[in-house]
């Protein structure tokens, strides 16, 4: 799709050398998307970097700027290498003291917390909190980049405390032609020929195969103008049926 002003992006920075190492499979970048996708905000770039201080500063600094928020997941724990906190301030060149209200819940829980606990009160000058509704310590927003658990569950409950702050855009609605018994050789030039002809409509081609001879591509539209997509929609199955792919349905998305 083409961008507009009317357009809300977003990026997603995974943090954790678990991640990268295999040990732990993430399941935040679906969640988010989708997510984010219900308030119109569409989810252009993910990275994953290490818990290097540097490699999430200058990955912080480049996604905040390019896009109109930020999500963070992960690096906000009490152990050595939970360093996305103090990362996301020396990104934005401010100090990541012990915040009150997360020190007064640490000390409910633990009385005194001890250095590793304190950890995670840090939270960047000028930045607000994000509720944890499940358990542990909250996350915080500094700016337009939301600071996230990287525990799934955690994640989530804390997603709800975002969507509220955010500039919502025209949602994304989409509707899926589904070939069956055709390969992408076959559909690839109408394909090309309805993409060309709707430029703000986001076409992709989704290949399947079932053994041991089920094969074809759902072909998925997806927009902001429900009229165009449905349009797009249309002119792809007529276009599919002047050349004898005739086993075609349509699906809901």
Known sequence: MTASKDRVT?????????????????VNLNAIARYLATYGVDLCE????????QEIVDAVNALRTKYDYLVTTG??????????????AKAFGVTAPE?????????ERWGEPNA?????????????LVKNPVQGPPGFQKDNVFVLAGVPAIMRGMLDDVGPRLRTGAVVVATTVRVTGAGEGTIAAPLEAV?????DLSIGSYPFFAPPDVYGASLVIRGRDPAQVEAAA??????????GVTNVERLEA
């Open 10 to 26: 977003a990026a997603v920075l995974i943090i954790g050398d678990e991640i990268l190492s295999g040990r732990t499979q993430d």
């Open 46 to 53: 993910a990275r994953v970097v290490p818990d290097v201080e």
């Open 75 to 88: 690096g906000i724990g009490p152990t050595h290498d939970d360093i996305t906190a103090d990362s996301v």
């Open 99 to 107: 915040h009150p209200e997360i020190m007064a819940m640490l000390r």
């Open 116 to 128: 590793a606990r304190r950890r995670m009160a840090h939270v960047p000058e000028g930045g607000s």
């Open 195 to 199: 993409a060309k002809a709707y430029p």
């Open 234 to 243: 249309v002119e792809l199955e007529k276009t599919l049926a002047d050349l």
